[in-house]
């Protein structure tokens, strides 16, 4: 049997819903809880259909979720277990969170959260903030030191946790941001991968949330009441250019609604033909087939654009 089940039954209602509190007739049920019933529904068929058009989680894996302590990381949890819970296959969490020791990270919340619902975890405890701030001079950016220590940390405790697979709690929205910043900053047409070999060629990578909108993760954790940690403990300044990048995607999105998921669906629909990369189309051999090719140019004539796709 294979992870594609997981869709079908996504779609059914979640019975942890009704263990959550939702009343139990549809005329008993306030606004609120019908709103929640289908965000939860939304969420868990979004995640089960990331998961099964990459192909992220199969049989026997030994998932490692990474919980930082912010909306997306739990709300990607609570998911994957809602998913877990019901999936046709067998296959393993382990919630793992890595205290920096950044000053005020409260230590207990997140183990508090954890033992709570009886979920297989583990808090690695490492002073990698002393470590950056003695190492880059006042004023200059710590997140590349920061996250190159925090990886190298992630990848020893997978292994020695067993998993085979990382979960990472990023969102259709920090993919759209990505994908804009690597074009406006770095050159290139790159997003953020929904699945991929870790750097060490050790583990997969999977990002569940991928098709998953933020403000979703926003009403969720809400909903959940979720014990959120901040996330500016480290006194780092925020990443000032991804900021604006978000602030200009959401400015579009206000003027033109429906544009985040045709941007969306465009980074899953590339045409290697009518970019400019050789690499990926072989430009310089090119022949004139001699039969009509509806993909083919059409010279002089402008590109029929399609119309907006029906989002996720
Ligand atoms: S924002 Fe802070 S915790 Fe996050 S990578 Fe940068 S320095 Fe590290």
């Not at 259909?49 to 026997?60: H, L, R, S």
């Not at 998913?83 to 919630?95: G, K, M, N």
């Not at 030191?145 to 990382?166: D, T």
Request: contains cysteine.
């Amino acid at each position: 049997m294979t992870f594609s089940d997981i869709e079908s039954h996504a779609r059914e209602p979640a019975p942890s819903a009704v263990e959550d509190g939702a009343a139990s007739g549809p005329a008993a049920r306030t606004r609120a809880e019908r709103e929640a019933l289908k965000l939860e529904k939304r969420l868990c068929r979004q995640v089960g259909q990331a998961i099964v058009d990459f192909n992220m989680i199969e049989e026997g894996d030994r998932v490692m979720v990474c919980l930082s302590g912010g909306k997306d990381s739990y709300g990607l949890l609570d998911v994957l277990r809602r998913l877990q819970a019901r999936a046709p296959i067998r296959f393993e969490l382990v919630a793992v969170n890595l205290d920096q020791k950044q000053p005020g990270f409260p230590a207990e919340v997140l183990p508090n959260y954890l033992q709570a619902l009886g979920i297989e975890h583990h808090i690695e405890t490492q002073d990698t903030y002393s470590i950056v701030k003695a190492k880059i001079p006042e004023g200059k950016t710590t997140c590349s030191l920061c996250s190159r220590l925090r990886r190298g940390i992630l990848y020893r405790v997978a292994r020695e946790l067993r998993c085979n697979k990382i979960a990472l709690g990023h969102h259709r929205d920090d993919m759209l941001q990505t994908f804009f910043l690597n074009m406006f900053f770095g050159g290139k047409l790159k997003g953020m991968p929904p699945k991929l070999a870790s750097d060490n060629g050790e583990f997969i990578v999977i990002r569940p949330l991928a098709y998953v909108d933020e403000r979703d993760l926003v009403a969720w954790a809400e909903h959940r009441a979720f014990p959120i940690i901040p996330c500016n403990l480290c006194g780092s300044q925020e990443n000032l250019q991804r900021q604006q990048v978000g602030e200009m995607l959401r400015q579009w999105q206000r003027q033109h609604p429906g544009r985040i998921e045709s941007l969306f669906t465009a980074l899953q629909n590339v045409v290697p033909s009518h970019l400019m990369d050789a690499r990926l189309h072989d430009f310089r051999h090119l022949q004139a087939g001699g039969v009509f090719d509806a993909d083919g140019d059409k010279a002089f004539d402008e590109e029929p654009i399609a119309p907006p796709p029906v989002p996720v």
